[in-house]
Every structure is written in C-alpha cells, then in structure tokens.
C-alpha cells in the first residue's frame, strides 16, 4: 500500500503554516527571500468548507486514475507512492481531469524552477504531493503543523484502524445483540 | 557556521520560545524551541515572520536615520541624534512650559521593544514630563477586561495559565477564536478536547472552535450581556452553583442575583438568537464539570458593555467556584506579545508599574523617591483613545508615539487624521515607516526585535527573555537608550547601561515581580508573577484558597443590564460590520508586511466574509472586489462568500491599509474603559461592476501608498 | 553496459541509451530544443550538437539525441568546434524567430545575443521543431496537426488547414511549444487553439457542475479518461474537488485518537 500525508480535519485550524513549509520545501534554498504569488506551489491547499477545515492533498492512490491516464509515463508507481518524473510531462492535464480529489495541477516550469534556466524542453511539469521523500526530516507540513493535525498514514497505521473497528463492531454485538447490530447496521 | 539564537516571538501573546537561526549576521530561519506555552510548535508567524529584519521594503522600507521637517508639507530630512533629540526636548518643553504637562500624550509599545522599553517610557512621562498621559495597546483590546476583573476578582490577568487550558474539563469559549489569535491555545483547546474536556462556543460565526464543539451557540452580535446574565440566571435558578462556595468566597450575590432575574433564557431567546433550552445546556454542562475554563477575547471587549461583561463572566466562575485552583479560571487572553508586560509596567494612565494605582498617595510617594522627583502627577491620565477628542477640545497639544500605529488600529481613522493634523508636535518612534509616521514632525529610529533584548510578559503573566540575535542595520537605537536620552536632554539624567539594569531598578519597586530576576528567566526560563522573592518559582494560578485580590479579599458579583449596541444598522446601511483576525498577519502589519511568505499568502485589499445570501442580496460574488462603507468611510475590500459568516454580519480583517475597516468603523467606547465599539459598525455594500478596472485601481493605490512611504524617508 | 568518456571522464552507461541521455545522467550540459523525454530522438534542431568519435566513428560533429553509446566512444560538449556550431544554430533559429523570448533566453545562455540571419525574412515563432506534431501523434493519438510542405514553405498545420475535426483540446501542443508559437485561448466558456493566423480548433467548454466555471472540452472527456471505469467523468472544476474532497474528509477514518 502507498503511505500517504492527511490531516485529521478535528485538529486543523486553517492557519495554512503547512502550504508555507510545502512551497517553501520545494524551492530552491533561498527561496524565502524571492517567493511571490506565481511562484508560491504548495503541493496540498487549506479548503475551508462551511463545515470543514483541512488541508487537501494527493492520496497516493494505490491504483492511481492519474498515472493510468497518462500518455507519456510520467506518473509512475514508486516504493511509496505516486511519484512524477516530470521531463516527461506533455502538460496534456489528462491527470488533473482524472484525478477526482483535485490534487494534481500541471504548471509551468519557471514557476517551478526558477533557479533552473531554460533548457529548451519540458515547460510544463505535474505537480503534486511527493510526501517530501527528498527531505531528510520527511514531509515538511507534518512538521511545522502547530496541532499536529497532519499525519503520514501507512498499511501498519491502517491495519490498526481496520482491527480498533472490528473489536468496536464485536463490542457492540456483545452489549445489544442482534438487534442493536442491526440497527448500526442500517446507520 | 550557523548559530542558534534563543528568544521569544514577536507576535501574539502565547509567548512562542524559537531559536533564531544566523549566520554571517543574517537571520536565515526559524526553528521552534521547547518553551513553556508552546512546547516545539510555532505558527505560520513564527516560521516565516522573520525576513523584514532584512529590510525586504515589501510594504515599507526600515527606519534607518533620525527624520526631521519643518512642517508636515516638507518632506523630512534625515538629521543627527543630537539634532533630533535637542528638536524633541525643546519643543517638548515648550509645550510643557505653555500648556501644561497634561497637554502632552505618551504611548507605550506592547511588540517589539519589551519590559525595560515600556518601564523607561512610562517614567519619562511622569518623572519627567509630569503626566499620567501614559497609555498602550490595551485600550483597543483587553483594557474591558483588566478593569472588569480587577474590580470583581483583583487582579486583571488569565487567573490560570495557558497550560492548563489543555487539563480543563470544560472550555467556555466566549467571544474568542483561538485559531486565528493563537494557534498556540488553538493547540492547547484541541487538547483539552482530546482528552475528553467539553466545548462551548458562544461566537456570531462559525469559527474553528465552533468545529469541534460540543455544543455551539451562535449569539447575535450585541447580544453579550444579555447571554451572560441568562448564564448566570440559569445557574442561580437551577441551583446549579456552588452555594457553599458562594457564601464563604463572595460578596454582592444578592444584589446580582436581583439583577439577572429577568433574564430568563426565555427572554433572552430573542436578544440573542438561540433557543432557551441551549442556554440552559450550556450552563448544565459548564456547571457539571470538575474544572471550567472561561476564555475570551475582544469579541467581548471591544464592545461598549465589555467591562460589564467581563464583569459578568467573572461572576459565572465564581458561582461555580471554579477560580483558586488548577485547570479553570477565567482566561481574556492577551492579544499581543507584549501587551500584558506593557500593562505590568505601568504604560497605563491610571498604574504605575505593578498595577500599583497612581491616585494612592503612598505608591506615588515610593515612585517618587525612587525616581528622584519631588512628587508626581496624582490624577488618573488620558486613554489613546480619547486623543481626537481632546485634540477637538484643545486639550492634547504633543503625541509621542513609541511603536504603536494608531493611523492604522484607532476606530474612525478620518477623525483621527483630523487630530493628528492639529497636534502641534506628533513624535513617531518606531522601526517602519508606518501610516502613523506619515504624520510626524519627528522620526526616530528604534532597533528590532531580533536586534535587542529585554523582557517580554505573555498572556498568562508569563516572563521570558528574549535576545538579540544580529546587529542592527543604520543609525538606530534602542527604545530605552533613546528615551533616556531625550530625558537627559530635558533635564533628567538617565543613563542606563543594558535592560538588565533597568529590570533590576523596575523589581525594586514591584513587590509582585521582585523575584523574578534575569537569572531565574535564563534559557527556558518562565516566571509567572507574582514572584515576590527570588527563590519563589512563580505563580501558574491566582487565587489560591480563593483569597482574591479586592480590599476585602473576597470575589464579587457585578450585574449589569444589557444595553444594545450604539450604532443601529437602517435600510441605508442594513449589515453590521465585526472587525476580526486573521492569523497570517499580525496587528497593524508593519512587520509581517515586510515578510515575504506572509505576503505571499495574502495581500491587499484584505477580505470581508460574507454570508452567502447576503452576498446573493448585494450582488457580491466570491473572490471579486466591492466597496464597502459606513456613515464614516468607503474602502475596497474583496468578498470572501462564506456561510461560515452569519447573516447579517460582514467581518474584516484590522490589518489592511486599503481595505482599512477603521475607516468604517466608529468612536463610541465602553465608559469606563473606553475601548471602542469595533465589533459593531453598520455598513453596506455595493458591488463593483467593471472588475478589470477595480483590480487596477487596486494595485495603482497600493503602489502609490507603498511609493509615498519609501519616499518618505528619501 | 557501455563504457564511453564524456568530457575527459570515463562512464558506465547502460547499452541503448543516447549520447544526451548519457550526458543528462552524468549532469553534465548539452542544450537541446526539439528533443522530450517523452517523444522519440527526432534529431530535427541539432542544437544537441557535440563532437564524438568512436572506434566504428570517423571524429565529427554529431546530434548527441540521436547518437546511441557504444563501447570506447569519446565525447566532447564544449570544443571550439562545438561552441561555434552551436552558436551558429542559435543564430539560424533566431533569424527565424527574433521575437521569442525563450529562444532568446536559451540563446543568451550559450552566447548568442543577436543574429546576423533572417533580415527581410519571414519571420515567426515557430522553429520547426517538430513538437507539437509528435505530441499530438505519438501521445494523445490524435494527429489534428501535421507538418506540410517543404524547404521555406515547411509549416505545421491541419487537415487542409481547416478547424480540425480530430483536435481534442487538450493543448498539449501549446505546453510543448518552446517558442509560444502555438498558444492555448481560454475565454468566455470557449477554448481555441491558436498557432498565429491559423485557428487549430475551437470549443465550447464544459462547465463545472458545481460553479460553472469553464472546464474542459467534451472530446477530451471522451477521449482522454478511456482508462478509466464508468463514473469518473464528471465535470468538476479544480477548486470545487478540492471543496468535495474537504467535505467528505471528515469521513475518512480517524485512525489517531
């Protein structure tokens, strides 16, 4: 199972230090000192719904509609996750269509790079959450994030899920029996 | 080689300790540090705000030279200390000399410059210049509640500290959003709530507490005092009150008890907008639980009633005895970074340093021998906010301003330019050129944080150190240095050699503070005062035995009838205007403007949230630019549609300079004291058709005003 | 593998690849302009240029994109000989197109600031690199676009240079194009696709079923998510996925109590 970087809605409080650490993350070094609006590219965005607060970002999809629809094998399975190789990016954007969650943009490179001259070939690159596997210290939200709210999620931290949730289930067979299983059943 | 540098965040009141990472005298990030509030964690603030030491001129260029001019027509010359400090005397003098001392007003400065700063200033006032015309930030936004608590419970602090927000069994969060205050205490909520505390939300708008809590009210704004009488009224008629604790701690029960008979949840319902039987589960729940929290914020200040409704508030915790022990209490906490040490050292019109009052013969007799002065001024001095009033009547001649920007944070800023325009003498120190400093005679530069040290108090009566970390750039100079100077110059002599100095002296006459010396506060030091001798660790919690700080040592019950808010919306200005946060800027903006991933995030004109039916009224669609005006201004502002927003209410942001909600919103302040009204101003709004147009016209006022600053200082 | 040095320095190369890719791999610079990771060796620009010589190659100038590694061959990227090449088909290509900014970027990188070629001439964005054409044929499938014509009058256009049938809007054409010849119009609910006077295609966009922003060509949603199953093909905008994806959020396991 690809790991993934997600954010416990219930602990986040839109104050957006995670979009800040991710530009900041994929920029050159000094790039505190020449960030703007076109070049600020946070991998994940703060969405404040009526109800919600979180921040969005690619699933990692373990059978990924993105890297299925791509023409040119730009998105492609690796140890953990998702991963682009962006020079082979065509900047078709069949992704950004195919990707129900809106988590994959196609953007130009001098945005993107721009303390890389041009070389003359790929202008346009897909972009997306890398759970920061270049960072030595590991994806740079999870760390600056003040309640802690984001959390990188793995197959050991999903089995565990999977079991608390069965014994909840058999806890509350034991104490109703079959009508109260039932009844959750139908909620 | 990069070098650590440990200190505190210039920001909010969390009191956030970071290290400062330099190397060849250059700032080149920040890193959190394991302090006593923020344990590791820092906001976006913290991260990012540190780059306008670099003189980034993103909003404004950096003060670097004394400024001078002849008139407030010329344009300013850059001048000498010497000649700016003989300016500042001579003609501080002469006011003095024709006027009076009282002519003249002081600010202090509740950010960057600390403790020692403030402590200096406010003995230049009254040592020096001979006035209680002494006055910080707080007016615009806790002023309600230091004087509120100070006259129910004794002491205007977080009676409680923010840690222990995080063990309480119940948070009562009225008027307050964490989120974007504090995401320190944000932190601390969720907490709180993860280890199983109840939340309680009373807030107009549905804010990132009201997420996650377990019972949210969504009051109409104005409707404060009515609810907290109906709180009160629900826990004396259901008994739900401590009754014991009552009778052996308080005092004045019978006469609040008479006064919130009538506000029944019943009749309450229709003042405040939510059905009786939430305002009774409100109080259910707060009452039932072991350990309660009340924390709140301007949305209970900055109203003409806040004293009342603090007063209010106090008296629902003393009902439930929840005051005097760990892990409850009553918490307004403080805004700013220094704006509870800029109230601990007497920046205040009626205090010396240590809430000692300046109408107490024996406090002024002790300041006075120890400031060398034969007597000082007795009666109780002016407020910030009363300056264009007093300046209508003839009465203020001089401001000087030290790091504050009320061109930017007073309310009607139209009146306030007419003020500022008749003062005879305005003096700006500060670090930016700043909307306040565009209407000096006089400029003088002061050093940053990150280029001095000093003392800063956060909001639970926290002390911390916090150090210089690079040298500073041009001719400036510390604040106190500064201060001393002109003092010295005006016949005072004041030479003080570092702020440890000046600390020592300012202890020696503070019982409350006296222990807490720069040794204890070393490193990760945290002093909560009272310190009153060294070897005392501090104090996490007030009222210990429940001996509260009044004359008769016990708590006591103020009720207050709710009176409405001042200014009525009508069919011309049908909605009513909140003034909010937001939590990636800061205050007036002169710091986080100059930072470069705070402005990436956002930027002029600012946001107003608007409900999306009224939104659908007006014509006003998401993310598209709009004027928005009262009976005293019109600014460009863009929508921001959420529901999120209650009907019938807008909500800016106070840190723009075009959109300027201060210029909408009005003087009508709180009696006692006078912190205005910011949270209810009618306006309306009016949808833009040509857009390209607006979005021009925006970036062209935006440059110019940027342009007239840098020109400014030439 | 494949042992071949590259500037002065021996490296082991898998067998197959190309003298650019070698180089690539080895970080070291050779500029290149019709070549993409993506598209197969075209070798149409030649701004790849480098000097080579192997035991089955007489020493010469040579498209590195093209040129495959093989045992004992010897690479240089920066000869005098290269540079001066490489100079003259900056210049070649700027006398064509003088007034794209990114090919004079490139060119200023390797030395060239102005051009003695094309005064007079017909000028244009468009330096024949063959991009767009490949993309549109070797990766979306569609071939709206081809190249015809010869010599001067070679010229990228589509069938019978009319709005193209086969055109399915995706601009891929536009993200490849080094010069900005081919340019992606979105605006008022309609999508064109402009290469200067001659209007590729045009579409009316679909809009999100959300917010009715414009979105996407409908042939693109036919045509581009075949491999997808049914039900991923609605129409949604970027930013109301994401207000989708954070409303149901709240749903997705919490899994750190």
Redesign the interface.
Known sequence: MNKLV????????????C???CA?AHSPADA??????AS?IPRL?V????????P?QCRQCDDA?CA??C????LVKGANSVEV?P????????C????????I??LPCELLHSDR????????EAVKCDLCESRGAGPACIE?C???AI?I?DSA??A??AL??REHSAAMLVIGGTDAYLSHADN | MAEKVLTVCPYCGSGCKLNLVVENGSII?AEPANGVTNEG????KG??GW?FL?D?KLLTPRLKKPLLRVNRNAEFKEVSWQEAIHFAATRLMEIKQKYGPDSIMLTGSSRGPGNEANYVMQKFARAVVGTNNVDCCARVCHAPSVAGLQATLGNGAMSNSIGEIEETKCILVFGYN???SH??V??RI?KAKEKGAKIIVCDPR?I?TA??ADLYLPIKNGSNMAIVNAFANVLIEEELYDKDYVARYTEGFEQYKAVVAKYTPEYVERIAGVPAAQIRQAMHMYAAAPTATLLWGMGVTQWGQGVNVVKGLAGLALLTGNLGHPNCGVGPVRGQNNVQGACDVGVLPNTFPGYQKVTDPEARARFAKAWGVAELPAHVGHCLTEVPHLVEEGKLKAYYIFGEDPAQSEPDLAAFREAMGKLELVIVQDIFMNKTAMFADLILPATSWGEHEGIYSSADRGFQRFNKAIEPKGDVKPDWEIIGLLATAMGYPMNYKNTEEIWNELRELCPLFYGATYEKLDGLGYVQWPCPTTDHPGTTYLYKDNKFDTPSGKGIFVATDWIPPHEPTDEQYPLVLCTVRE??HYSARTMTGNC??LQ??A?EPGYVQINSLDARKSGIEDQKLLWISSRRGKVMVRALV???ANLGAVYMTYQWWIGACNELTGGHHDPISKTPEYKYTAVKLERIEDQAAAESRLQKDYGELRARHAAAIG | MTTITLNGQTHEVPQGITVLEAARRAAVDI???C????LGSYGACR?CVVEAEGPALRRGLVAACTLPVSDGLVVITESPDVQRTRKILFELLLGRSPDSE?LR??AK?YGVHSTRFGAGAEHDLCVRCGLCVR?CKE???TAAISFAGRGQGRNVTTEFGALSELCIG???C?????TGMIRLEDGAGERAIVRQDLTIARFALLTCTSCSAP??TQK??DQ?????PEG?S?V?C??????????T??S?????S
């Open positions: 997600i954010a416990d809605p219930g602990k986040c409080i839109g104050c957006r230090t979009e800040l650490a900041l505190i000192a020449t960030l703007s609006p600020f965005k969405v404040k719904t009526a109800k919600i607060s979180t969005v509609p299925a629809v023409p040119t094998g730009t190789i020079s082979r990016c065509i900047g078709c954007k069949s950004m269509i195919a990707c129900s969650f809106g988590v943009e196609v001259p041009y070389t003359g070939t790929t202008h346009v600056v003040p309640t802690k959390h999620v931290v999903m565990m899920t608390k949730r | 990030g964690e820092l906001c976006l991260y990012y780059d670099n980034t964490a989120a974007d995401p320190i944000a932190r969720i549905f990132e997420r996650i939590v990636g470069r991933a990436t995030l930027d959420t529901d999120r | 500029p290149t302009l070549h993409h990771e993506a701004v990114s970027a490139m990188r993309t990766k979306i499938g995706c601009g891929s536009a993200a490849v194009c080094p979105v996407i693109f949603m581009r998510l075949q491999a997808l991923q609605e949604l970027l930013d109301c996925k994401r207000q989708r994806t954070a409303a959020a709240g997705f396991p919490n899994i750190w």
